[in-house]
């Protein structure tokens, strides 16, 4: 049994959680032991981050090292492309949300607490449409889904941190604009029963810090 340690307001708990749905894993979710970032949770995790799991006694955090142990222990259904050369882009896809997107996206939660730093909006929005058309320009319009005709660990976080982004971005009086190829992808991710499932204790988590103006962990 696999139990995974997280929030639901948290982005990347919800990028293991589709991943964990996709792939029929049983799980059982549970806050961290102390709250996040505590000193009880530190002991287990130094880096006090989140998501992460415990498999029969293995303890093991960072998402992308949880989703590639996945992988390893739970092979079928693969969440990767069958070839080398396609696994290789899945992961750089998976990459690019990590250390491009995702930051960009997160630059903006500060501005939804506090409404004198919205000066800065134009640059966070324009940064966050410049790693937008990255994603864009690595991605083929012969597929529905990032790194090919099925879901696969490229989707897991951008199928989070792009509807994060247009809630706050909405939520800010702004719009985030996807070229087609994206909003052709977007819906089939939405679609799938495993990002559903994944983004339900999310999105009511978010709107909920939306409505209240809080910070998201």
């Known amino acids: 049994m696999i139990t995974l340690y997280g929030l639901a307001l948290s982005s990347y708990t919800a990028k293991l ?14 806050d961290p032991p102390g709250g996040y970032r505590s000193d009880a949770w530190r002991a287990i ?22 989703l590639e142990y996945l992988e390893d222990c739970f092979p079928e259904p693969s969440l990767l492309p069958g070839s080398a050369q396609d696994r290789a882009r899945a992961r750089q896809l998976a990459r690019l949300h990590d250390l491009h997107l995702e930051p960009r996206v997160r630059a903006l939660f500060p501005l939804v607490r506090d409404p004198a730093l919205r000066n800065t909006l134009p640059a966070l929005a324009s940064a966050l449409d410049e790693r937008v058309g990255m ?16 879901l696969t660990l490229a989707d897991c976080g951008f199928a989070v941190s792009l509807p994060l982004a247009a809630l706050i971005l909405k939520h ?26 994944g983004l339900a204790p999310w ?13 998201p962990s």
């Open 17 to 30: 959680r589709i991943a964990l749905c996709a792939k029929g894993i049983d799980f059982v979710e549970r």
């Open 45 to 66: 995790v130094p880096t006090g981050t989140l998501p992460a799991i415990d498999h029969d006694g293995f303890l093991l955090a960072e998402s992308e090292a949880i």
């Open 135 to 150: 994603l864009e320009r690595m991605t083929s319009p012969a597929h529905p889904f990032l790194a090919g005709p099925t």
């Open 172 to 197: 800010l009086g702004r719009t985030l604009e996807l070229p087609p190829r994206l909003l052709r992808w977007q819906q089939a991710a939405l679609e799938h029963p495993a990002v559903a499932a």
């Open 203 to 215: 999105r009511v988590a978010t709107e909920a810090w939306l409505s209240s103006a809080g910070v």
